[in-house]
């Protein structure tokens, strides 16, 4: 009796610590929930080492060289793929593969603009992607101007039908781009239901180049298409200039751009896998495919060079986490974010075993801030993350953090997400022109922001418990 007894108390008292600790791990509150001093220390080393190498800058040097533009569905595109397939492998990742996306593939042809009276000017123009091309001939017609696209929608019909519209919005700064970019994205639609003949828009940049910027815009189903084209910055002066003298201002403008069949390419995907908890996921990555203009330097190949960069560092250093980083180059974001639709949805059964999810796609770095999207417990562990890239520069953030294109699927499926906000001030004087090629990249910022990627990567993957736990509702959608 006496040994059954104390057997049965010594069961009692072990079964009571297994359930209070059971409990204890439950209800771990937001203020016990934090990273180790050994997983901080361990942060900072990486911040401190990853900060001095050059990784990120040679595998950006490499893409621009070898590859060069990608625009997606073109020979460049398939050339990017085997690249990013070869240097994941090159780098060590424990797993690299690739994911099909499908997309309506779409064609530059010849471009030009002139304005014929009542002074003869040629101009520098680009077709927008997407755009249906002009009669053989071009197009001649009388220009209208527009300061946005809303004052286009309030216009009467008879000011434009038959006519050229020109949206003359322009980029005061980086913060003006989601404004802005509705003329591009939207303006072909609202000008072809008043009946213009095509649409002209002043760059979406903040330069004074004589390069235009390209960049996507759509069709409306119901709505006629009409060709739509960018001019530089500095011809939208000029032809606001001569609109000014008064009297109407006549172009001509020629468009061989055309849409071209249904192509596929593929999100490649690199792996450093976990080291306890393997079937869950850090997502970080960049798009893969580029416009045609440039090299695609800082869009995005920084944000495809600092994230491999990041996650092949901590391999390297034998710096396995306990959850799985896994590096996604995206397919097609700039026609559409095919790749990240596609990605969302072949993964849909486990977006719940996704801790965090950060797409680096505005420019060369440095980080400067730190935006999450987190449950309320883990609001302590992004505070510690900040900590430790308080001394790159990286300061404290939003608690609603867009996480860029791609990765912005999953946040409206309700990922955990993070943005590591990339300075961007001079990012729109040359994004999708000519000019954006490896020689604008400087090697210490595109360096800083590796490292806070590798720092935000290992703890990320580290950390004590599931970022999703008690999620906010979801803001935005993308
Ligand atoms: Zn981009």
Not at 19 to 28: D, G, R, V, W, Y
Not at 197 to 202: D, F, G, P, Q, Y
Not at 269 to 289: A, K, Q, R
Not at 430 to 440: E, G, P, S, V
Request: proline content about 4%.
């Amino acid at each position: 009796m006496f040994e059954q007894s104390r057997n049965l108390k010594l069961f009692g008292l072990m079964a009571s610590i297994v359930l209070s600790c059971a409990a204890h791990a439950a209800e771990k509150t937001e203020a016990s929930v934090s990273f180790s001093k050994r997983e901080l220390a361990t942060a900072a080393w990486i911040r401190d080492h990853a900060s001095k190498e050059n990784q990120s800058y040679r595998i950006l040097e490499s893409l621009t060289t070898e590859v060069g533009s990608r625009m997606a569905g073109t020979p460049g595109d398939a050339r990017a793929v085997a690249w990013a397939e070869a240097k994941f492998k090159e780098l060590g990742f424990d797993k690299v593969w690739k994911e099909a996306v499908r997309f309506p593939s779409w064609q530059r042809g010849v471009e030009s603009a002139e304005i014929l009276a009542p002074f003869s000017q040629k101009l520098a123009v680009t077709a927008l992607g997407n755009s249906i091309s002009t009669p053989e001939a071009g197009i001649e017609a009388e220009i209208i101007r527009f300061a946005t696209l809303n004052e286009l929608i309030a216009a009467p019909v008879e000011s434009v039908r038959g006519k050229i519209v020109f949206i003359d919005h322009k980029m005061k700064s980086a913060n003006d781009y989601g404004q802005v970019r509705q003329g591009r994205a939207s303006g072909a639609v609202e000008a072809a239901r008043k009946g213009a003949l095509a649409i002209i828009i002043r760059s979406v940049g903040t330069d004074s180049h004589r390069l235009p910027h390209t960049g996507g815009m759509h069709y409306a189903a119901d709505v006629m298409q009409i060709p739509a084209a960018a001019m530089s910055n500095v011809d939208a002066d000029l032809v606001a200039r001569i609109l000014m003298r008064g009297g109407p201002v006549k172009m001509a403008l020629k468009l061989g751009s055309h849409a071209g069949e249904v192509m596929q390419s593929y999100n490649v995907i690199g792996e450093i896998t976990g080291s306890e908890l393997p079937n869950e996921y850090v997502l970080i990555g960049g798009h893969l495919d580029s416009w045609d203009l440039g090299t695609g330097a800082i869009d995005d190949g920084a944000g495809c060079a600092i994230t491999m960069a990041a996650a092949e560092f901590l391999h390297r250093h034998g710096l396995r986490p306990r959850r799985s980083v896994r590096v996604i180059l995206y397919a097609n974001e700039e026609q559409g974010l095919f790749g990240g639709s596609a990605y969302a949805s072949e993964h849909q059964a486990q977006l719940k075993q996704i801790q965090a999810a950060a797409e680096a796609d505005s420019g060369q770095g440095p980080v400067l801030q730190l935006d999450s999207f987190v449950g309320a417990k883990a609001r302590k562990l992004v505070m510690q993350m900040q900590s430790v890239l308080a001394p790159l520069g990286v300061k404290k953030g939003t608690s609603d953090a867009d996480p860029g294109p791609d990765m912005g699927v999953l946040k409206s499926a309700g990922v955990p997400s993070f943005e590591l906000v990339l300075k961007s001030d001079d990012y729109f004087d040359i994004h999708h022109t000519a000019d954006d090629t490896f020689d604008k990249i400087e090697p210490a910022r595109i360096t800083q922001a590796a490292a806070a990627f590798a720092v935000f990567a290992y703890l990320a993957a580290q950390a004590p418990i599931y970022f999703g736990e008690q999620m906010p509702v979801v803001q935005k959608s993308h």
